[in-house]
């Protein structure tokens, strides 16, 4: 059974930074297809950013100040989150997408995850 747990949110001020874990049990980091997500309220999940096969994936937009990285002997994933702004204020989620039979990643879309984690709520203040 895979299970996600997230940690450090917390609030911070618009400009600050913040990395949020995800630990990870029942699957290896190191195959990949790991995810973040994140929702406000009154806004549907989006996709931030994932570990692919060959190089790690982020939407447009947010390449500048999102970073996914991961820890193998922790079997844990990291989000890096930098010049933070008010709308990033967010429940932020760990995911494991779905993968095909030769191990590529589904793309990165709520509809395409096989596992959850509970979410982490990350409030940025002006």
């Known amino acids: 059974q895979v299970q996600l747990v997230e940690s450090g949110g917390g609030s911070v001020q618009a400009g600050g930074s913040l990395t949020i874990s995800c630990a990870v049990s029942?699957?290896?980091?190191?195959?990949?297809?790991m995810a973040w997500f994140r929702q406000s309220p009154g806004k549907e999940r989006q996709g931030i950013t994932y570990s692919g096969r060959a190089n790690r994936h982020i939407t447009t937009g947010m390449e500048d100040r999102f970073t996914i990285s991961q820890n193998n002997a922790k079997n844990t994933v990291y989000l890096l989150m930098n010049s933070l702004k008010p709308e990033d204020t967010a429940m932020y989620y760990c995911a494991l997408l779905r993968r095909y039979v030769d191990g590529d990643c589904y793309t990165l879309n709520r509809h395409n995850v096989a596992y959850w984690g509970q979410g982490t709520q990350v409030n940025v203040s002006s």
């Open positions: 029942g699957y290896v980091v190191g195959s990949n297809c």
